[in-house]
């Protein structure tokens, strides 16, 4: 799989590009957690989420946010990092001008900053959000929440604790026109640490989502 470079608003950005054959396959980028405590896109969700989309078809890119890695910059509160965000689905529709869908997946920081990107680009048709940290930042934005998608969470799960999770859903499950589908993983910790017990669930927990949304061809 390629390493690819390209432009963000503060110097190159490095990432993961996993292209498929057919010109018109959709399209997805996957946020990595928070840079603060360790994350990069090496993450092991953030790498499960990468091939569990190429296997669903999509032409995937992970990248690290500015400051991780290769690329240039440094941690800037979400902010920098939404706009790094913004800069890496540009390149990637720029390297795939005819596909039809594009969706975004991120876990934890990462899906904090997904979902801010999908009230920026109305292109966006699905999301999925791994332990979003309802606790930590403010979700509010999502008014209404531009698109369906998916909300994936462990019961276990002390970093961003379920009730705060639950809490976001049942807000987002007040909108029309959009389904917010929300799973839990029984006795998955914030990481998912237990590959059999917890990683596995999720990601066929995520993969079977986005298959049938495919398919339905709902927004």
Known sequence: ???????????????????????????????????????????????NLHYAFHKLGFTVLRFNFRGVG???GEYDQGIGELSDAASALDYLQSQNPNSKHCWVAGFSFGAWIGMQLLMRRPEITGF???APPANMYDFSFLAPCPSSGLIINGTADRVAPPKDTATLVSKLGEQKGITVTHEEISGADHFFKDDEAHM????????????????????
């Open 1 to 47: 799989m390629p390493e690819v470079i390209f432009p963000g608003p503060e110097g190159r950005l490095e990432g993961r590009y996993h292209p498929q054959a057919a010109p018109d396959a959709p399209i997805a980028i996957i946020l990595h957690p928070d840079p603060q405590f360790g994350g990069t896109m090496n993450n092991r969700v953030v790498y």
């Open 128 to 130: 999925v959000s791994v």
């Open 200 to 219: 596995k669930p999720m990601i066929d927990t995520v993969q079977s989502y986005v298959k049938r949304r495919l398919t339905e061809n709902t927004r």
């Open 70 to 72: 290769r690329s240039q």
